[in-house]
């Protein structure tokens, strides 16, 4: 389905737009099918949410997580049933998890710094298909990552007493997931991709 909608797509933007080049193309490409799965995989999330009475905790989980995320990027399934699971496991396990634990004080600030000291080490984490070969670009991310996540620690430790914090700190924890290296290499994808590019180009 996937395959047939980017298809159509890219086949369609090709007779409207006919002196796009092909690197162009791929970019919009890419973009379409970041767009499809994030659409597909929301209306998934969301069904299985709501079965399981967490919704209002994926919501805010996702929110938070995403608003990192434009920063800090981070890895890409290689197959939608990978991505699937990841974001169950990542969204509506932890949704459970803040909806039924009462989670301390010291863990949840000690949990959001250690997330906010990787977010400085790793942040931002390109893809084999979006590699960030711009070292400006690399250093605005990193940056902006840094500065995000730093208010979500402030936060937290201000207002540790608002469940909101606790869905925030669990979207600083799946974002932190994304760009670590060990979850790249568990999943056998490359890791710091701008590196097997000529920094020429930046």
Not at 49 to 65: A, H, M, N, Q, R
């Amino acid at each position: 389905m996937r395959k047939k909608f980017l298809k159509y797509s890219i086949s369609t933007i090709k007779k409207k737009y006919p002196n796009y080049s092909e690197e162009k193309l791929e970019e919009i490409e890419y973009g379409i099918e970041a767009l499809y799965i994030t659409f597909t995989k929301t209306i998934v999330i969301a069904l299985i949410s709501l079965f399981l009475g967490v919704i209002k905790e994926v919501f805010w989980i996702l929110i938070f997580y995403n608003i990192l995320r434009t920063t800090s990027f981070g890895m890409h399934a290689k197959t939608s049933l990978q991505c699937y699971i990841i974001s169950t496991i990542l969204f509506v396990g932890l949704a459970i998890v803040s909806k039924y634990l009462d989670i301390n004080i010291y863990l949840k600030v000690f949990i959001s710094i250690v997330c906010f000291i990787h977010i400085i080490i790793f942040a931002p984490a390109d893809t084999y298909k979006r590699p960030l070969i711009n070292k400006k670009k690399r250093i605005i991310y990193k940056f902006s990552s840094i500065v995000i996540s730093l208010i979500y620690v402030v936060l937290i430790i201000i207002y540790h007493k608002s469940m909101m914090t606790t869905y925030m700190m669990f979207g600083l924890v799946d974002a932190t997931l994304m760009i670590h290296p060990l979850i790249y290499r568990m999943f056998q994808l490359p890791y710091n991709n701008y590196k097997t590019y000529n920094e020429s180009y930046s």
